[in-house]
């Protein structure tokens, strides 16, 4: 069966009744005083407009041409599912930043992934794979969490800065990422959701012209996504 869409005009309109319906789901940011929306209310908002327009769709073509009603049961199971995510997400991230605290590992939250990021002063010695005995103790708080959290792929992405030749740095980031992945499996993280990578000196995050920029070169990122 060949399905027949809406014209672009009521596509954008279910999309907005969506989007409207829980844009009010927000709250003040009791520091900035800033209005802003939880990362459950955002990952529900765009599952919701994005259901709610498949549901258009389908209901115009199987529903006796009903689009509203299947609008709005495709925005309520959207909503459901990218919410769901949201908050399985925020609850981990807190987990994180109470686990991490004062470790020196930075926590980031971009939309539904966390990147954990390990600069090398307090990961590896120079020139080394070896985690240092410090370090593990972070490892194993880390481990904790996403064994609790067991619904997500986690990327463990080694980096250098330029110091030294390309090949030299590409092997030395990839036993990095390769001892943290190990690491995080002896905790108890599944094997199969952990994939580690060396990037070398390719994807520096500062200049590589200061002992500052290199030092913040140097560094793995744990990028924690959930599994789709």
Known sequence: MKLSLLPRPQLLAVASVAAFSLSSCVTENPYTGEQQMSKTTSGALGGAAG?????????NNVGDGDAGRGALIGAALGGLAGGSIGNYMDQQESMLRRELRASG???????NNIILNMPHDITFNTGSA???GSFSRTLSSVGIVLRKFNQTTVLVNGH???DGS???????SRNRANSVSNALATQGVHPSRLVSRGFGESQPIASNNSAAGKARNRRVEIHIAPRS
Do not use: P
């Open 160 to 162: 250098t800065d330029s």
């Open 51 to 59: 259901g709610a327009i498949l549901g258009a769709i389908i209901g």
């Open 130 to 132: 070896q985690i240092k």
């Open 105 to 111: 590992v930075s926590v980031t939250r971009q939309g």
């Open 166 to 172: 390309a090949f030299y740095n590409m092997g030395l």
